[in-house]
């Protein structure tokens, strides 16, 4: 069951988020695999490419590129272009205007209807989504229950996400794709060179967006109880952000300027891009504390330039880890943390490259998804809690 083009609904770019790549990351996977396809464009609703409302998504940014998409693929449908032999792919399940779809596929023949398929970010089936931050969840819930009425199936990034879609009971056929949208090629291509492992600043990054779900207390906890038992001067704990430090609970900004008053931190703004990837490129360590990530862009890129990578083993990150043990930290324990940390900072890791090897052909996966040739990543029975110990490639130990 293949199909003949791809109608592709990508997200508006931000300079601080990996949505500024998405659309070119997507484009190598649909060339090598020969998909003929189009991209569906949006309006910006200014120029800024940053986030202005809002934490993940510029609020109003978000609806107005995702209602002007609409308007352009509902163009095309009326035109003819789009058939009941192509798919429409959207990057994210929340796209304003999508009930569009329906009001129009129930009306017409059911041989002119598209196969439609969402990628789930997280939605409010995850407790530690913004959705809940904001009061949005109730309303949110509702939205989810009608594009389950329609949708072909939805994208999961991963098995714990799986399993919270299932006790919310939701009826669209659902499959894992075991990791989010990279270009390993891509990112690499944005430094000069992969920086020799021995040769890296004693930096500790933390790249997260700096909200409660992040938990920037325990990683500043770990900064303070690094400090009271080491005296290496020559180690740095970095926040690294593509927009002005934010969050909400202005608690972490206060904490984090005193911990840079006092020389223990350093905070580094308004990063592009590129910049951001010749520090990680500079780092010995990402170090993630969050509730969700949902796999993490932040680890694929952190791998694939050369950094190691030291993650709690907490929802979905031990599937993204293949539960690497040395790599994944007991969750909340900062003697753990600690401890895997000061090995993590001397030697480059048996397996680094391997996360974004695998997270490299994430896009592959939806594409064999949505050809009718991903029934191995289909969750659809009462066995899905099957696939939680199983890993995705293979790791490699020393003593």
Not at 18 to 45: C, E, H, M, P
Not at 290 to 299: G, I, Y
Request: with cysteine; glycine share 4%.
């Amino acid at each position: 069951m293949s199909f003949r083009k791809l109608f592709y609904m990508g997200l508006e770019p931000y300079e601080g988020r990996y949505t500024l790549q998405l659309t070119d990351w997507s484009s190598r996977a649909f060339k090598r695999n020969n998909i003929d396809w189009v991209n569906v464009l949006g309006t910006t609703i200014d120029n800024s490419k940053s986030i202005q409302v809002g934490q993940v998504l510029d609020a109003h940014g978000r609806s107005y590129f995702a209602m002007s998409q609409m308007m352009n693929l509902v163009q095309m449908m009326r035109n003819g272009e789009v058939t009941g032999e192509d798919v429409v792919f959207f990057e994210d399940m929340f796209q304003p205007g999508i009930e569009s779809l329906p009001y129009i596929m129930n009306q017409i023949p059911e041989v002119q209807r598209p196969k439609i398929w969402v990628r789930c970010l997280a939605q409010a089936v995850d407790p530690d989504d913004f959705v809940h931050v904001w009061n949005m969840s109730k309303w949110m819930s509702l939205y989810e229950e009608m594009v389950n009425e329609f949708v072909t199936g939805v994208l999961a990034s991963n098995e714990e996400m799986v399993a919270h879609m299932k006790i919310a009971n939701w009826r669209a056929p659902i499959y894992n794709v075991s990791g989010l949208a990279f270009d390993k090629d891509e990112v690499i291509s944005r430094v000069n060179a992969i920086k020799d492992f021995n040769k890296r600043s004693y930096r500790i990054a933390f790249a997260a967006r700096f909200d409660q779900e992040k938990q920037p207390d325990f990683f500043m906890d770990l900064i303070e109880k690094y400090y009271k038992t080491h005296n290496h001067k020559d180690v740095e704990f970095a926040i690294l952000q593509g927009g002005p430090l934010r969050s909400n609970n202005e608690k972490y900004i206060t904490r984090a300027k005193k911990l840079e008053n006092e020389g223990k931190l350093k905070i580094y703004e308004n990063l592009k891009k590129n910049e951001y990837y010749e520090l990680l490129n500079d780092s010995r360590l990402l170090f993630n504390c969050a509730l969700q990530d949902w796999t993490s862009n932040t680890v694929s890129e952190a791998d694939a330039l050369g950094a190691n990578v030291l993650f709690p083993a907490y929802r979905s990150f031990p599937e993204i880890f293949a539960h690497d043990h040395t790599r994944l930290y007991v969750p909340w324990s900062l003697e753990d943390a600690l401890q895997k940390l000061k090995k993590l900072l001397e030697y480059k890791h048996v397996n680094s490259g391997k996360i974004s090897d695998w997270t490299h052909n994430t896009i592959d996966r939806y594409i064999e998804i949505m050809q009718g040739n991903g029934e191995k990543w289909a969750r659809n029975d009462v066995r899905y809690r099957d696939y939680i110990s199983a890993s995705n490639y293979n790791n490699t130990f020393t003593g």
